[in-house]
């Protein structure tokens, strides 16, 4: 049973565009992490959220994790297509969630060039 | 490369047949960790060891599975009597088990039932 909901499931853009995915959940999550996954690997972990309310920036890619914990949003500006792959998100038990993980359906991202 | 490695990356066996998955993780990490990941869906938890211990089983994990981690660094993941519905990306992760760490995943063995 997978306990977190991210939309849209499916999203094609243009290079250059602008987009944000989004995780939801109706408990509250301890921590948070984002992974990209491309076809045929592993997912590689992109960044870890703790705190209500914080934001991280990698590069060009702006995470943050809701106030109440509960939801976070993924905002990627001027996608490239090197930016194509499935996005997940994942709850762990713990603050830094290094035991199990519950991750979400996915977002998947195609960027036409 | 230091990364966690599986193997192997794909594998078609006839359903009823017996196959073994091997993970290495990365040396001194103490926690490893097996997912299943179906077509269209985030991965599975399925179950995790620290060191040789086996922590947690998912229930995902039906009696025809059975994973081991002997000397606590290696890993290997038995289906016995596949079935189709076993078909799946079997996913590898390991972590140093301590606060503030990330968990790296292996490429995958892709399983197909036939």
């Known amino acids: 049973t997978q306990l977190l909901e991210q939309s849209p499931q499916f999203l094609s853009i243009q290079e250059g565009e602008n987009l944000t995915v989004y995780c939801n959940s109706s408990s509250v999550f301890s921590s948070l992490q984002w992974y990209r996954q491309e076809p045929g690997e592993g997912p590689v972990l992109l960044v870890t959220?703790?705190?209500?309310?914080e934001v991280k920036k990698l590069k060009r890619l702006t995470f943050q994790f809701g106030d109440a914990r509960k939801d976070s949003s993924l905002h990627i500006t001027a996608a490239q297509p090197g930016d194509t792959g499935l996005y997940l998100c994942a709850r762990g038990l713990s603050n830094f969630g290094n035991e199990k993980l519950t991750f979400g359906t996915g977002t998947r991202l195609t960027i036409i060039p | 490369d230091t990364g966690v490695s599986q193997n192997p990356r794909h594998k078609i066996t006839k359903r009823g047949q017996n196959v073994t998955f091997r993970c290495d993780p990365i040396?001194?990490?103490?926690?490893l960790y097996w997912y299943r990941q179906t077509l269209g869906q985030g991965p599975e938890f399925l179950t995790y060891?620290?060191?040789?211990?086996?922590?947690?089983k998912s229930r995902l994990l039906s009696d025809r599975f059975s994973a081991e981690r002997p000397k606590g660094s290696f890993s290997t993941l038995e289906i016995q009597r596949t079935e189709q519905g076993d078909s799946a990306m079997y996913l590898c992760a390991s972590s140093l088990g301590l606060s503030n760490t990330e968990a790296f995943f292996g490429q995958g063995t892709r399983l197909t039932v036939v």
């Open positions: 060891f620290q060191n040789e211990a086996q922590l947690e």
């Open positions: 040396s001194e990490h103490n926690r």
């Open positions: 959220v703790v705190t209500g309310g």
